[in-house]
């Protein structure tokens, strides 16, 4: 299934991505990793993982203190948000498929 980021979630990963790369590049990088499993886990298997808020679904992540908010979306998955858990929980709701 193909999987498609909304701006948004796009800039926060590239945000966190940064942050973890200022501290520390190997955690940068065991950030890249997770989320390229999570994403393959998707791919694999989209009703896998719970649903949650405003028609979305949510993926934890292991490792590190995120969440991957999406929509399947016929032949698509939509990543909406990739949200730290301390940001205010539903942030990114007005954020639409179409992006």
């Known amino acids: ?19 973890y790369e200022e501290r520390s590049p190997m955690s940068a990088a065991a950030l890249a990793q997770e989320i390229d499993q999570a994403i393959s886990q998707l791919a694999n298997a989209p009703m896998r993982y719970p649903l949650a808020e405003y028609g979305t679904r949510r993926l934890v992540l292991p490792r590190f203190p995120f969440s991957i908010f999406y929509r399947v979306v016929t032949t698509e998955i939509v990543i909406v948000a990739v949200a730290h858990h301390k940001r205010r929980p539903g ?6 498929e179409t992006g």
């Open 1 to 19: 299934m193909k999987i498609r980021f909304h701006p948004g979630a796009r800039a926060e990963l590239r945000t966190a991505r940064a942050w």
């Open 91 to 96: 942030y990114w709701r007005q954020r639409s």
